[in-house]
């Protein structure tokens, strides 16, 4: 008779564990992301605020504001999907402000040339685009995403920006949590098959 498996039981036992861990700690940041959509669904009806206001940070999403353009430090496109390009201004505030983006509106034309020489703008606060690759969110240290503002009224010239939404927030956590735990008990039916299948060949 073949001896029982103990290190590997060890260590199925051990992956089994951790696979449950992640999916409660799932179940837990469910928790709390639905207390954080909660807060930021109130922020469109609260008043404007100014902008930037440093501290500022993703509490803030989706709250209208209002900022002065000194004058724009540079003009880029930026890839929207169906909307074509966003036409984002990186602005200036003063000599020791903070500064800021807006995306002052969009354009189908890839070639466009934005032209605008800054002001007051309006609109809502919203992620700005992260020139930080996908690999290195997953394994470098993280860093909060840049606020930017997206103009009401775009200038002359350029469509008018869809407004950012709070249906754009993924909160998968649910999901996540039912395939770490569907995960663990696969992992647990395929190891007590193959001992069964080891005692019968013994």
């Known amino acids: 008779m073949k001896r029982f498996p103990i290190i590997a039981t060890i260590l199925v036992a ?18 709390e992301k639905l207390a954080e959509l909660k807060v930021l669904a109130a922020n469109p009806s609260l ?8 501290p500022i940070g993703d509490n803030l999403l989706f709250r209208r504001a209002g900022a002065f353009c000194l004058k724009p430090v540079s003009l880029s496109l930026q890839g929207a999907g169906k909307a074509g390009f966003r036409v984002i201004a990186r602005c200036a505030t003063g000599a020791e402000g903070p500064g800021f983006s807006v995306q002052l509106g969009t354009t189908p034309d890839a070639a466009y040339k934005p032209q605008w020489s800054g002001g007051k703008v309006r609109g ?21 995403k840049e606020l930017m503002l997206v103009a009401d009224t775009p200038p002359a010239g350029l469509k008018a920006n869809e407004m950012p939404s709070i249906d754009s927030i993924p909160n998968n956590h649910l999901a996540y949590a039912v395939q770490w735990f569907l995960f663990a008990g ?12 080891r005692a019968h060949k013994g």
């Open 47 to 54: 008043p404007p605020i100014a902008f930037p206001n440093p």
């Open 186 to 197: 696969v992992a647990l039916v395929i190891y007590l098959l193959a001992l069964r299948r």
């Open 124 to 144: 809502m606060i919203s992620h700005a685009p992260s020139s930080v690759p996908l690999i290195a969110t997953l394994f470098g240290k993280a860093h909060p």
């Open 14 to 31: 051990l992956a089994v564990a951790a696979m449950i861990g992640l999916g409660f700690w799932q179940l837990q940041r469910r928790v």
